[in-house]
């Protein structure tokens, strides 16, 4: 009895050939869009939880309160760097400076962002924080003093036209560093375009006499967040600052996390919502689709009922339609919507010099996205159906 829908209902739709293709867009490119914004920014989400998986869930970052990437708030001192070292429950600490400086290479100028990081033992405490790898040379040690090491782009010709490589020669702020190490991709402009140089040189070079940010490593025999708590406590009695009126924050790398997922989590329900717009669309078309192909059919349903047909035969035959076209727009919005966010993962990667976005297409969303596009097709065929099965047999094959 079904196949005999299936077969009625294929043949009338392979009869109308372009308004079931109108139908099928329309369904193709809404659960397209859902498809592709959900699955970007799931593959997002997971892309940066293994980042912070890589970093460990034992770091502490304390920063000034910034506007923007502005900071706004006072830096920190030698004394609060010792002072956050002092706290129960903190390994290490590494403190870092931060500016944007004037660097030279084969004849051409930029500027460019300069990082002063520590070079003794706390440096494992930002390398494992910011995912520092070097890919060529060596990085930083004690000894070095004009010695740098240089972002991935440097190495690709993407901030001067010359590839810079281990042993040359950059002057920062008018100042000569040879190259001791080039770091793989990280992914973000400021880490990929980055000269770090020793800490203690940079307050020379950079004029600064304060620390842009200090990571803390907490001890796991201590809770991070008390460890966390006891490091804002430390610097507020130092700066004689009042609970909620400091001008630093003091994150834990879990609390970094909850706040770009829910960064992430706003911007995706955003873009599912602008998806609507395409969703609202495709149901109205598929609606006045089939509304038109009711009246137009008037006189073949009044045939099919006066030879038998019930008016839930007529619905369903109309519904089954309905259904051949959300079943085959929703598998080809799925690789419409999973092919849009694979190119977006390939150009992005490639532009970005690193993996940064993963995109995989999970069982639930697949699920989620026939469901809906079956939805979507019997939502709005029902009118249509209803207005079909309920007409009389007369009325119909006199017009």
Not at 118 to 124: F, G, H, P
Not at 139 to 167: M, P
């Amino acid at each position: 009895m079904m196949s005999d829908y299936l077969t009625i209902s294929s043949r009338n739709l392979s009869r109308r050939k372009t308004r079931t293709f109108l139908t099928l867009l329309g369904i193709l490119i809404a659960i397209g869009a859902l498809v592709a914004l959900v699955s970007l920014s799931n593959g997002l989400m997971h892309s940066v939880e293994e980042v912070f998986e890589q970093m460990g869930r034992d770091k502490i970052m304390v920063m000034p309160t910034l506007a923007g990437f502005v900071p706004i708030g006072e830096q920190f001192s030698s004394y609060e760097h010792d002072a956050i070292k002092r706290v129960p429950g903190v390994i290490d600490a590494a403190a870092m400076t931060f500016k944007i400086g004037l660097a030279e290479f084969g004849g051409e100028t930029a500027f460019v962002y300069v990082s002063g990081v520590s070079t003794d033992s706390s440096m494992r405490v930002l390398e494992d924080m910011q995912n520092l790898v070097v890919e060529d040379g060596r990085n930083l040690i004690s000894q070095d003093r004009f010695r740098a090491v240089v972002g991935c782009r440097y190495a690709q010709g993407r901030v001067f036209s010359r590839e810079v490589k281990v042993r040359d020669t950059i002057t920062v702020e008018g100042h000569r560093f040879k190259v001791a190490g080039i770091l793989e991709c990280i992914g973000s402009e400021q880490d990929d375009t980055t000269i770090m140089i020793p800490l203690d040189v940079s307050k020379e070079v950079l004029n600064v006499d304060k620390y842009f940010s200090v990571v803390a490593q907490a001890s796991p025999a201590f809770e991070i967040d008390e460890v966390a708590n006891e490091v804002e406590k430390r610097i507020r009695d130092i700066r004689g600052q009042k609970e909620g009126d400091q001008d630093f924050s003091v994150q834990t790398s879990d609390q970094l996390l909850e706040t770009f997922n829910q960064t992430v989590g706003m911007i995706s329900v955003l873009l599912v919502a602008l998806s609507l717009v395409s969703i609202i669309v495709a149901g109205v078309v598929i609606m006045n689709t089939l509304y038109t192909n009711v009246l137009e059919r008037r006189r073949e349903i009044g045939v099919m009922k006066s030879i038998g047909a019930k008016n839930y035969h007529i619905a369903l035959l109309f519904l089954t339609e309905a259904l051949i076209i959300s079943l085959a727009g929703g598998l080809l919005g799925l690789g419409l919507g999973f092919g849009v966010s694979k190119i977006v993962q390939v150009v992005a990667n490639s532009y970005l010099g690193a993996d940064i976005l993963i995109v995989r297409l999970d069982l639930y969303l697949f699920s989620f996205a026939m469901l809906f596009s079956i939805g979507l097709g019997m939502f709005a065929s029902f009118y249509p159906a209803m207005k079909a099965a309920k007409m009389h047999p007369v009325d119909a094959m006199r017009e």
